[in-house]
């Protein structure tokens, strides 16, 4: 029998949460303060330590450093009002499984405990297999890097994998954000469930809550057959927001409903479909500066942001950037059919040395068209883009800051619009206001 520890110094509330979890075969516990719960936690362990945050001398997230270090399999779920969700957040970085925000149904609670020993079970049998092997270089299609920020990244996907907190990748366009969220599904326990990506920025406004939601056959014009959205297609598995920050305002409240509540209705049916998902976003804007100017939801953000990973660019793990080439240099020899083997020394010093301002999208792109214009079986340098050639050619060349290639991209928005602000910010994929502060930032004359 599972037990349980409340901490919690609404009696009233507490004792009619003990007598809930106790018709659900919980062995329940419960404590007033934070004194009476470490002396309960002296003396015994539990599966689940299910506290609020704000308590009499103190508050729910002193606990855990004990709580992890004397029992890693307990599991701490916060309970918390609007006001302290960013503590809770907080202390999910630091151990705790999860956080439900009062006021709460006992559905929703059960399903977080269960969620929460569902892990715990996990992680009790992981505790007692022998340790791994050494991992291979390649997992699936996730090839891990040799740099230090590579393996903090590998690091990070093997630490929030096992959960179910939402992560919100963040990242230059071309870092691999998509990618990594596959190889997070991958090593969760939803792998073999499925996994959807949506591009945030590519839906039409319009349409936008049935692609999410889907629709019911005749619902509104051209709704000729019943239609299964995102969401529901993803159920069981996860389900990937690319660019979230794309999101309308109107559309940011659908998936917070969503996310929160855990259940959706098609567009023009009103029967509710139960979901069992995680929320995987992705963007390469800085959503606190949309949050703080007011364009992007504050709750919204940190219900996606329960861990949050920096996918690095290419720039900031160069010891990587011939490992990437030769996996790149396979993937091209299998889609051309072609048998290069390898770079030489000449082409590998022009990989080395160029800048890379989009990232391993661009580097896939650039080797694939090398591949192309190799005859024999070695990558010469005059197979590579005149771009790579050009923007290395002299030792002294200064390699991009991100700060630099930051002011060229908004540079060339504003050429390509014919410095009209209002498209060049949509080119950019960032609110007017930011790209005004981004002008004002590097001094640009326009």
């Known amino acids: 029998m599972p037990k349980i520890l409340i901490i919690e110094d609404d009696t009233a509330f507490c004792q009619m949460l003990q007598k809930f979890l106790t018709k659900h075969g919980f062995a329940v516990f419960i404590s007033y303060s934070i004194k009476e719960a470490e002396e309960q936690l002296s003396t015994s362990t539990f599966d689940i330590i299910l506290s609020d945050v ?32 960013k503590t809770a957040v907080n202390a999910m970085k630091k151990g705790a499984f999860d956080y439900i925000s009062k006021p709460f149904t006992p559905e929703e609670i059960l399903s977080v405990i269960n969620n929460a020993l569902n892990v715990a079970h996990t992680k009790e049998e992981t505790l007692k297999k022998p340790a791994p092997s050494p991992k291979k270089q390649e997992q699936g299609s996730f090839l891990v890097g040799e740099s230090e920020r590579s393996k903090k990244l590998q690091q990070y996907i093997d630490l929030v994998a096992p959960t179910n907190m939402s992560v919100l990748l963040t990242g230059e366009s071309g870092t691999g954000k998509e990618v990594t ?49 995102h969401f529901e297609a993803a159920n069981g598995g996860t389900l990937f927001l690319d660019e979230v920050g794309n999101l309308s305002y109107e559309h940011q409240v659908q998936l917070l409903r969503a996310i929160q509540e855990r259940k959706i209705k098609r567009v023009g049916s009103t029967k509710e479909i139960q979901l069992d998902l995680r929320i995987i976003a992705a963007t390469n804007e800085n959503l606190l500066e949309a949050v703080e100017e007011g364009s992007f939801r504050e709750d919204l953000y940190h219900r996606l942001n329960e ?105 060339d928005a504003l050429k390509q619009t014919n410095f009209n602000k209002s498209k060049a910010a949509k080119l950019l994929q960032i609110t007017r206001k930011t790209l005004y502060n981004k002008i004002n930032q590097y001094q640009l004359e326009v």
């Open 54 to 85: 704000r308590l009499p001398k103190g508050n729910g997230v002193t606990l855990l450093p004990q709580v992890k270090k004397e029992s890693p399999t307990t599991q701490v779920i916060l309970m918390t009002g609007y006001a302290e969700v």
């Open 181 to 229: 969220a596959n190889a997070i599904h991958n090593a969760s326990k939803r792998k073999g469930q499925p996994f959807v990506a949506v591009d945030c920025g590519a839906i039409p406004k319009e349409i936008a809550t049935s692609e999410f939601f889907g629709h019911v056959k005749g619902s509104f014009t051209g709704a000729i057959e019943d239609k299964k959205g």
């Open 307 to 411: 861990f949050s990973i920096e996918v690095p660019s290419l720039r900031d793990r160069r010891e990587d950037i011939l490992l990437f080439a030769n996996y790149f240099l396979d993937r091209a020899n299998a889609d051309l059919e072609k048998e290069v083997l390898e770079f030489s020394e000449e082409a590998k010093q022009l990989l080395m040395d160029y800048p890379w301002p989009g990232n391993l999208r661009e580097m896939k792109n650039m080797i694939k068209r090398a591949v192309l214009f190799t005859g024999g079986n070695t990558v010469l340098s005059s197979s590579l883009a005149e771009e790579i050639v050009n923007g290395t050619k002299s030792s002294n060349t200064p390699v991009f800051s991100k700060s630099e290639y930051e002011k060229e991209r908004i540079l």
